[in-house]
Structures are given as structure tokens and as C-alpha cells.
């Protein structure tokens, strides 16, 4: 079956440590995503990356990094210097360059302790 | 930049009853939209989709949208809910690279959708 996949799906940390989610797709998509979700905020793009070794920022990157060297691959870390990162994190990958049209994937809970 | 407003944050419907949920947008060009549903923890499923062309679009699990230009508008219908429509929505707004700015989608703040027996 063609999907994306994100591990772990439940993920804690002491505050001051990095952690790095992961995403994996098989769909053979170029653009993949990452999004946050907050309580009645929506989503919030972090990172996107249209191709391979290219990555860009969102609206709220600062405090998480990327990377991008395989094309199924694209996770996220989430370092000491991001102040409130509890959330909930999704992951997204698209095809269609001109509509933006995205599946995703089932997302990772991080809670700060 | 684009924008998109859904003004319901929580709509009660009784299962069996008939659904409108309101979404509306803000894009200098035609805009791609997309309804979503998401159940409590999960990822987003895509329920439908407009770029272009007759304007009542068909989705999954009976659910349809209108997309009015002269007002900004996609809101999702669904003649009859049942109680597994329980979810929360999102309208989201697609846009054409063109050499700057965030290429994600831009997303709505969500409806909370409850059904009453």
C-alpha cells in the first residue's frame, strides 16, 4: 500500500533535548511537508521541500531544522531552542505542483516534560 | 497572502439531519480548495477537492461542496450525517508557486463537528 508514515507516534522530552521525527512516504512524491497543529489553530506550515537537497522555510520554522537527502524522507528536528513545542506534528507529501494537492500522514504527538 | 476563514469553531447536528459547514477565502487568483477531516489523533483525510470547472463538486462518504466565486466561498454539505461524521473539519487553500513565499497549503482553524443521537 502507498502511504506516508510517521514514527514515533507518541514521542516525550525532557526539556533542552533535540528530537527528530520521522517521515516516510512511498508514493513517489517530489514535495513533502511538515506541519504543526495546536488546539483550535489549525495547521501551521514549519518546513516544505520541493525536491531532493532543497528545503525552505515556512511560517514557524524557527527553533526545528530539516533535511532532505533521500526522496522518501523528510524529518524534523525539533531542538532545545523551540519554546513551546508541544504539539501535535504532521506530515504531508504532494505531486501536484500547481493545485498543492497533499496526503498525509497519521502524525506525531510531542510532549515536552 | 492568502487566507481562510471557517467562523463555526464547534456545530451540533442531530445524526440524520442535514450539514453545512461554512468556509470562506481570501486568494488574489483561483483558488484550489480542499475540504479535510480529521478524527481525534490521526492524520487529515481529504475529502474533496475544487480547481476548476462545474462548481457543486462530489466527495467521499457522501459529502459535496459549492464553490461561489462572488463569495469566496466552499462550504461543505451533507444531506443526512451519521454519527461516524463526528470529526473535525478543515477548508484549506492551495497556492502556485510563483517564486516566493511558503508553498503549503493555508488551512482554516477547524470545525468541531458533534452529533447528537
Known amino acids: 500500500d502507498g502511504g506516508i508514515t510517521q514514527s514515533p507516534k507518541y514521542l516525550f522530552r525532557k526539556e533542552g533535548q533535540n528530537v527528530t521525527l520521522s517521515c516516510e512516504q512511498n508514493?513517489?512524491?517530489?514535495?513533502m511537508y511538515w506541519y504543526r497543529q495546536d488546539p483550535g489553530q489549525g495547521l501551521r506550515l514549519i518546513y516544505y521541500?520541493?525536491?531532493?537537497?532543497?528545503?525552505q522555510k515556512g511560517d514557524i520554522a524557527e527553533g526545528y531544522s530539516v533535511s532532505r537527502e533521500k526522496k522518501e524522507s523528510f524529518p524534523l528536528t525539533v531542538t532545545s531552542a523551540q519554546k513551546n513545542p508541544t504539539a501535535f506534528y504532521l506530515c504531508a507529501s504532494s505531486q501536484e505542483r500547481r493545485t498543492n494537492e497533499q496526503f498525509f500522514g497519521p502524525g506525531t504527538r510531542l510532549t515536552v516534560l | 497572502a492568502q487566507s481562510v476563514t471557517q467562523p463555526d469553531i464547534h456545530i451540533t447536528v442531530s445524526e440524520g439531519a442535514s450539514l453545512e459547514l461554512r468556509c470562506n477565502y481570501s486568494?488574489?487568483?483561483?483558488?484550489?480548495l480542499f475540504w479535510y477531516v480529521q478524527s481525534p489523533g490521526q492524520g487529515l483525510q481529504l475529502l474533496l477537492k475544487?480547481?476548476?470547472?462545474?462548481?457543486l463538486v462530489q466527495g467521499i462518504k457522501g459529502f459535496e461542496a459549492e464553490f461561489k466565486r462572488s463569495q469566496s466561498s466552499f462550504n461543505l454539505r451533507k444531506p443526512s450525517v451519521h454519527w461516524s461524521d463526528a470529526a473535525e473539519y478543515f477548508c484549506a487553500v492551495g497556492s502556485y508557486l510563483s517564486g516566493g513565499g511558503a508553498d503549503g497549503l493555508t488551512f482554516g482553524k477547524g470545525t468541531h463537528l458533534i452529533i447528537q443521537p
Open positions: 508514493l513517489n512524491h517530489d514535495a
Open positions: 521541500s520541493q525536491i531532493v537537497n532543497d528545503f
Open positions: 486568494y488574489g487568483a483561483t483558488p484550489y
Open positions: 475544487y480547481f476548476s470547472g462545474d462548481t
